[in-house]
């Protein structure tokens, strides 16, 4: 379920359920539901500066940990069919330039900026709240995943056809967690990440009092939007 249709579920049946939800008419059911759609939660969410440099923050993390992966094993003599050098000298660049989004993300005197990690914001935000949900499916972490040697092409100016196989293959094969935990790749590293960040103020204090306020404002929001369904009821 996406947090889009998390809220809804939250706002509409648990807050109708018991004197209002029970007795709508299907018809008019699916006619909020198509109303419903045309609301987008995630605008109220991703205006938000501090939150865009928390996501940032999450992706970078993830980042440096799957590139000191790719770096040991190059050193290890694994991933035959990569060429060491190339997989050093490209390693190094990425992550100058990776630490230096960092840098810049933690200076909140300045503009934020554009960066090619903001095209993942809005599966970082969403696809964390699968994550950490107990039972649910975790399908959001494939995009980011497989968009990760593109995103990390942008960032370096190199060529993404050209990027060492090994960066690819180990963002997919995921890292080894501790005590023989499963893999995780490298798109629930950042959902890991980014939940992190919300609850432990040491990293990013401003992350989880904007998020909080950011999706109370959605919530609000949407329960107007109920509140014009609910008055057109036949």
């Not at 060529?159 to 196989?165: D, N, T």
């Not at 609850?199 to 329960?223: C, G, H, M, W």
Request: aromatic content about 8%; charged content about 20%; glycine content about 6%.
């Amino acid at each position: 379920m996406s947090w889009k249709q998390q809220l809804i579920e939250e706002v509409f049946f648990s807050g109708l359920r018991s004197v209002l939800a029970k007795a709508l008419p299907d018809y008019w059911q699916r006619r909020a539901s198509e109303r419903f759609n045309d609301f987008n939660p995630f605008s109220v969410i991703s205006g938000n500066h501090d939150l865009l440099r928390a996501a940032r923050l999450a992706w970078v993390q993830a980042a440096l940990e799957m590139l000191d992966v790719v770096r040991k094993t190059s050193q290890s003599g694994g991933q035959a069919f990569d060429d060491k050098n190339t997989v050093i000298r490209f390693g190094a660049l990425a992550r100058n330039a990776i630490l230096k989004i960092r840098t810049d993300t933690l200076d909140r005197c300045t503009n934020p900026g554009n960066s090619p990690i903001d095209h993942h914001l809005q599966t970082i935000i969403e696809g964390t709240t699968e994550f950490i949900a107990p039972g649910k499916s975790k399908t959001q972490s494939q995009s980011l995943t497989l968009g990760f040697d593109q995103t990390l092409a942008a960032i370096t100016g190199w060529p993404a056809h050209e990027l060492p196989p090994m960066v690819k293959q180990i963002a997919r094969d995921g890292l080894s967690m501790m005590n023989n935990g499963s893999n995780r790749s490298f798109g629930e590293l950042v959902f890991a990440a980014f939940a992190e960040i919300l609850k432990n103020p040491d990293q990013y204090p401003e992350a989880y009092p904007v998020f909080t306020i950011a999706t109370l404002d959605a919530t609000r929001k949407l329960s107007e939007e109920i509140l014009v369904c609910t008055c057109g009821i036949e």
